[in-house]
T-cell receptor, first 116, second 112 residues
Framework: NAGVTQTPKFRVLKTGQSMTLLCAQD?????MYWYRQDPGMGLRLIHY???????AKGEVPDGYNVSRLKKQNFLLGLESAAPSQTSVYFC???????????????FGEGSRLTVL | GENVEQHPSTLSVQEGDSAVIKCTYS??????FPWYKQELGKGPQLIID?????GEKKDQRIAVTLNKTAKHFSLHITETQPEDSAVYFC???????????FGGGTRVLVKP
């Protein structure tokens, strides 16, 4: 059982380049999230999805786009990368069932992105 | 929206001593407060959580307390061990499953 898998784990981009981070989960979770982690600022929510085909903005959505075409996958795109987007990105998922629901987020191991 | 402040940002303790991390939140409607532990090179993992109808919860060497009136909650780790060295995050939300707002994190170093 792989849990939440992120690819790639490391990437270096030049300013203006585009890229996509892929998140895949095998736990049949409804909810998926993209966070960025910066020193001293904790984890800030970029975008999230409450189900296949749905997306919503989080706390810091500017400069990012997302898509949830399949329940198990959540893609984060940077159309024109900027140095301010240098960060560690974490994908997470959670179950939204009824009685079994605990609210726990399951995180991937992170993707370190550097924009030069 | 919700704002969560976490202190201290770094904490160094001697093995066997206790560690305490404190968080305050701004939204009085928040009622679910989880704590996550992040080991080096890994994603955060839930270690304990508390809901607003409970004042304290304990799980072996870790405990969490909640003061709704003062809008603050704390993580207590007793008899610290080297494997407790990690970054700890508190978080708050109005309902489990909604968007979590995280604190800035506390880097804990347990010295042998």
């Amino acid at each position: 059982n792989a849990g939440v898998t992120q690819t790639p784990k490391f990437r270096v981009l030049k300013t203006g380049q585009s890229m996509t981070l892929l998140c895949a989960q095998d736990m049949n979770h409804e909810y998926m999230y993209w966070y960025r982690q910066d020193p001293g600022m904790g984890l800030r929510l970029i975008h999230y999805s409450v189900g296949e085909g749905t997306t919503a903005k989080g706390e810091v959505p500017d400069g990012y786009n997302v898509s949830r075409l399949k329940k198990q996958n959540f893609l984060l795109g940077l159309e024109s990368a900027a140095p301010s987007q240098t960060s560690v990105y974490f994908c997470a998922s959670s179950y939204s069932g009824h009685k079994a629901y605990t609210g726990e987020l399951f995180f991937g191991e992170g993707s370190r992105l550097t924009v030069l | 929206g919700e704002n969560v402040e976490q202190h201290p940002s770094t904490l160094s303790v001697q093995e066997g001593d206790s560690a305490v991390i404190k968080c305050t939140y701004s939204d009085s409607a928040s009622n679910y407060f989880p704590w996550y532990k992040q080991e080096l090179g890994k994603g955060p993992q839930l270690i304990i959580d508390i809901r607003s109808n409970v004042g304290e919860k304990k799980d072996q060497r870790i405990a969490v307390t909640l003061n709704k009136t003062a809008k603050h909650f704390s993580l207590h780790i007793t008899e610290t061990q080297p494997e407790d060295s990690a970054v700890y995050f508190c978080a708050a939300t109005k309902a489990a499953g909604n968007k979590l707002t995280f604190g800035g994190g506390t880097r804990v170093l347990v010295k042998p």
